[in-house]
């Protein structure tokens, strides 16, 4: 399992913005973020790389803890 998820997206409205297989936008928040990882052993550090990641960033439903 990694250590480190980095996202690179756009970010806004609490959301980054992610592609689908197809390329289309496809709007990601923090509950969803926190379902990529296992509980059991999530990274050590989750990078969000996009512009007004503030929010999600803060977002109690991605605390790992």
Known sequence: LPDIIHFAA???D???TLSDSLGRPCK??????????D?????R?????ACD????AREPQLDLS
């Open 53 to 56: 990641s503030g929010d999600i």
């Open 14 to 16: 609490g959301n980054l």
């Open 28 to 37: 990601v928040d923090a509950k969803m973020i926190k379902s990529f990882v």
């Open 39 to 43: 509980p059991d052993q999530p990274p």
């Open 45 to 49: 550090l989750i990078y969000l790389s």
């Open 10 to 12: 756009h970010g806004g």
